[in-house]
């Protein structure tokens, strides 16, 4: 089963860990492609950078995921565009802990927060970014 197919506010755990495992996929890559952009003098220190990137982004998606779903069970309203956008703020803010900046959690709260929550709008009302024009 997919993220979208299990019922808002339910199966907490399973959306935790489907929302984390794309998280790590999402580190992983990202990277790969910083190690080999900027290429570390070290072995060490290319395993630290993947390491560090890929825990960041695993840890973003886990709170992602705990943080809507049990706002959704916290607010009694599963299908609430709102439990997406404090999911997204809650990452931000764990962002800006991670970076030791104030600014950065307060943007990136405001950034995943409004971007979590019009994905889940988008997938409500149907919303197609490619394809065939509907007539």
């Known amino acids: 089963m997919g993220y979208w197919e299990l019922e808002e506010g339910r199966d907490c755990v399973q959306k935790?860990?489907?929302?984390?495992?794309?998280?790590t996929a999402i580190g992983?890559?990202?990277?790969?492609y910083h190690i080999v952009a900027f290429q570390p003098e070290t072995a060490v220190e290319a395993l630290q950078r993947a390491t560090s990137g890929t825990v960041t982004m695993a840890s973003l998606g886990a709170i992602f995921g705990m943080a809507t779903c049990l706002s959704a069970q916290a607010r009694d309203a599963p299908d609430d565009p709102l439990n997406y956008f404090i999911g997204g703020c809650s990452s931000g803010a764990f962002l800006g802990a991670r970076t030791h900046s104030a600014t950065t959690g307060v943007t990136a709260c405001i950034g995943l927060g409004t971007l979590a929550m019009f994905t889940k709008v988008a997938k409500m009302e149907g919303w197609k970014i490619s394809g065939p024009p509907r007539l």
Request: hydrophobic share 55%; charged share 10%; aromatic share 8%.
């Open 16 to 23: 935790t860990w489907i929302t984390t495992k794309i998280a």
């Open 28 to 32: 992983l890559v990202g990277s790969a």
